[in-house]
């Protein structure tokens, strides 16, 4: 698979609202690559009681790339969501690893 930074595809592009250029030219570019890099972000709470006890999170995606976003949602297209967690070392908590 190959990834691609497409913010900077996109970023080239002239915006005027979700147009049909821009439209055109994310569509192409989701021909060619599969995995869209967001960078890092942060799990953020929601709600503390979302229904039964239980919290509710979310990620936020960069609102830097809506077009792309808007794109997706309008289309209904399923995206598949992996994450990363950093080594102990590099996420500045206090954590042990777990044993």
């Given at each position: 698979?190959?990834?691609i930074d497409i913010?900077?595809?996109?970023?080239?592009?002239?915006y005027v609202g979700v147009s049909e250029a821009v439209g055109s030219l994310i569509h192409e570019v989701l021909k060619q690559?599969?995995?869209?890099?967001?960078?890092?972000?942060?799990?953020?709470?929601v709600?503390?009681?979302?229904?039964s006890g239980k919290?509710?999170?979310?990620?936020?995606?960069?609102?830097?790339?809506n077009d792309l976003w808007e794109y997706l949602w309008r289309r209904r297209i399923?995206?598949?969501?992996y994450l990363e967690v950093?080594?102990?070392?590099?996420?500045?908590?206090d954590l042990e690893p777990a044993v």
């Open positions: 698979m190959e990834i913010y900077l595809s996109l970023d080239t592009a002239i690559v599969s995995i869209i890099d967001v960078g890092e972000r942060s799990i953020v709470r709600a503390v009681d979302y229904g919290p509710r999170f979310a990620i936020n995606l960069p609102t830097a790339r399923k995206v598949k969501i950093p080594a102990p070392d590099q996420r500045g908590d």
